[in-house]
């Protein structure tokens, strides 16, 4: 796991910070993960693709293990999933060097929380988020994290919906 304050970026100014991608490993946030790419070529920003690793009870199957990873501490799978998804993006855009060069990091706690924390001590200039949309009560009793950042940031942020497939 990356400790957030061990891997600091010299950013200088919020408007030279880099574009902060939160990820969850779904398809959505691997839109945004290619949105923030997108984005930081033409600012010419760096990214950081932030994790947060959170207790596997608030979001049950989010961690898959494979049976003989079954023991392992989950910021260690964590870590493997963000490798994984990052491999897989890089893989289909090899000639992207902003996507080659974005800096992973993983941090425990809050989802919500720890974003813009880690926004703030990075200086980032913007975040990018994956939309899940949920939907129903649950959405409308709890708010979900992107509503959460959305409301709470001071700077921009940007929702990002991946495109429908046919199946």
């Known amino acids: 796991m990356t400790d957030e304050s061990s891997n600091q970026v010299d950013t200088g100014s919020k408007s030279d910070g880099p574009v902060l991608v939160a990820v969850d490993f779904t398809p959505d946030s691997g839109a945004a ?5 997108d984005y930081a070529r033409l600012s010419g920003a760096p990214v950081l693709a932030l994790h947060v690793v959170h207790d596997p009870g608030d979001d049950p199957g989010r961690y898959k293990t494979k ?23 890089r893989a289909e855009r090899p000639g992207d060097e902003v996507l080659q060069a974005v800096q992973p990091v993983l941090v425990p706690g809050v989802p919500a929380t720890r974003i813009l924390e880690i926004a703030a001590s990075r200086h980032a200039r913007q975040i990018v988020m994956g939309s899940r949309g949920r939907t129903g009560l649950p959405h409308l009793l709890l708010g979900s994290k992107a509503e959460r950042v959305v409301q709470l940031s001071p ?6 919906k991946a495109k429908k497939t046919a199946e």
């Open 155 to 160: 700077v921009p942020v940007t929702i990002v």
């Open 33 to 37: 993960l290619l949105w923030a790419c």
């Open 67 to 89: 049976k003989q990873d079954q023991m392992r501490p989950i910021e260690e799978v964590a870590a493997d999933m963000m490798q994984e998804f990052l491999d897989k993006h």
